[in-house]
């Protein structure tokens, strides 16, 4: 048994008195837990803000505690509210930097090293997610990506039951000491932003493997849609939270991020939801459902302040000669594509670097480059043709079909062995059995015919997981694939 002497014994309930005083306090004083002001984990060092917007700084403080911000000239004087929050709006900066954040409270803290510029947001799953590292030519990347005014958030993984207020991660400087764990796809396409609007970029990323779409959409806008019944249906008996659970991951690492000012977001997803031929259909319901959800939430301004651009599926898996299948990898392109009716959107059209046997492609660079095709064009106006041809009309002349696109260019042009023909058409008739045909550009228009069919009444192109294409653009973007049918499928796998 251990003995103290009187003046021991002395100290140590001295000791414990000031323990136990700490603890009531705590307990009985709940906003000194805020005492020290904080800043919302989406603002660290390096960070990138929005030029030319207002933009919200955010975090807690203890409650009615006066909070102070000031970046360049700019000061705001604000009060935490009785749960400890604060919120003050910066004024438009336009491009520039680097400044320093400072929030003085009963505290202060300094934010170093911030730019102001062009900022994005990148979401989806393992395709978005998937690091510089493991990208096509890995090696000659990292060594090359020396853009220090480009920059990178990566949201740390967090499946909620209920939204959340803040997040993990921290801004990183793009050089070939970190650009390895970068997302490729954001970090190709603002690579290109970059270089081309000669302002620092900002990319957030927050993607998940393997994740769905409804896990990344709020639950109050999914719950009044009647239509998503059945990604409600196997979570019933399931009570705890889940990367694929619907909202799970709009509550973990979308809600933090709401308010931080953006100028739109790119979205790479749609693996998991192509498992069947009825959720790939659904898809096309849920895709508008996200991008809407998301633009009110962030409250910009109209569907132009919120620019949202994604990745439509490449080819994958085997190659298959008959045309008449209709497989959900397919539908699911089809129900991307048909998201293009929502305001102030575009499509990366990937048919052509796609991997038979590997989901995840390593040509990312493709990919980035053919989103910030879509940005330039039509988030910052640059005469240029924004995507892949997309089909706009189809006209039965006698036995051929002519087929007129959007997007086209200058021209439309066949890529790859010289003299070839147009590939990947094929055509139906009363019958509603489809047959490869022969097709050749007439201008910016393609005529189609197969002998096969006098009467075509339908036409499709390449409408399959892994089709053979070599119809471009004249800015070398593929055509997207399409079918005019909505036939019932003759095999579906």
């Known amino acids: 048994m251990i003995s103290f002497d009187l003046h021991t014994r002395q100290r140590l309930a001295r000791a414990w008195i000031l323990v136990l005083v700490a603890v009531l306090v705590a307990v009985l004083v709940p906003g000194t837990i805020y005492g ?98 493991r990208c096509k030519d890995a090696q000659a990347e990292q060594a090359a990506a020396n853009f220090p005014k480009l920059r990178m958030f990566t ?42 609007l000669g302002v620092p970029v900002g990319l957030i990323n927050s993607s998940w493997g393997g994740t769905a779409i409804e896990a990344w959409t709020s639950l109050d806008v999914q719950k009044k849609d009647s239509r998503l019944a059945p990604v409600f249906a196997p979570w019933k008996n399931k009570p705890g939270p889940d990367r694929n659970r619907p909202a799970n991951l709009f509550n973990g690492m979308i809600q933090p991020l709401v308010g931080y000012g953006i100028r739109g977001g790119i979205w790479y997803q749609g693996e998991r939801n192509a498992k069947s031929l009825a959720s790939a259909r659904l898809y096309r319901h849920q895709l508008p459902l996200l991008i809407s959800d998301w633009r009110k939430r962030w409250a910009q301004g109209g569907a132009e302040d919120f620019p949202f651009f994604w990745v439509q599926l490449p080819n994958f898996k085997a190659r298959v000669g008959d045309p008449n299948p209709v497989t959900s990898w ?39 480059h053919r989103l910030a095709q879509a940005a330039l064009a039509m988030a910052y106006k640059k005469d240029i043709v924004p995507m892949g041809p997309l089909m706009r009309s189809v006209t039965i002349e006698d036995s051929r079909v002519r087929v007129q696109f959007d997007h086209v260019g200058d021209k439309l042009v066949v890529r790859g062995k010289q003299g070839a023909g147009v590939m990947g058409f094929a055509v139906a008739g009363p019958d509603k059995v489809f047959y490869p045909a022969t097709a050749r550009i007439d201008g910016k228009s393609v005529v189609v015919h197969s002998g096969e069919v006098p009467d075509p009444i339908a036409v499709r192109y390449a409408f399959g997981d892994n089709p053979a294409v070599n119809l471009f653009n004249s800015a070398g973007i593929p055509v997207a694939p399409f079918r005019t049918d909505d036939w019932k499928p003759a095999a579906a796998p």
Request: with cysteine.
């Open 36 to 133: 020290d002001v904080r800043l919302a984990g989406i603002f660290t060092d390096h960070m990138v803000l929005q030029r030319d917007r207002r933009v919200p700084v955010w975090g807690t403080a203890a409650a009615g505690e006066k909070v102070r911000v000031v970046l360049g000239k700019q000061v705001h004087n604000t009060e935490a509210d009785q749960a400890g929050r604060w919120k003050v709006t910066l004024a438009e900066l336009p491009a520039g930097g680097p400044h320093s954040l400072v929030v003085q409270a009963q505290n202060t803290l300094t934010i170093e090293d911030v730019l102001i510029g062009e900022v994005w947001l990148a979401s989806g799953q393992s395709n978005m997610a998937m690091p510089v590292r």
């Open 155 to 196: 949201v740390k993984k967090s499946a909620q039951l209920a939204p959340v207020d803040d997040c993990q991660g921290a801004w990183q400087v793009c050089s070939p000491r970190t650009v390895a764990g970068f997302s490729g796809t954001a970090y190709y396409f603002g690579r290109r932003l970059h270089k081309e």
């Open 330 to 368: 397919a539908v699911m392109r089809e129900s991307m594509q048909l998201g293009l009716k929502t305001a102030a959107t575009g499509m990366a059209v990937t048919i052509d670097v796609g991997e038979a046997r590997d989901i995840h492609p390593k040509n990312k660079q493709t990919v980035g």
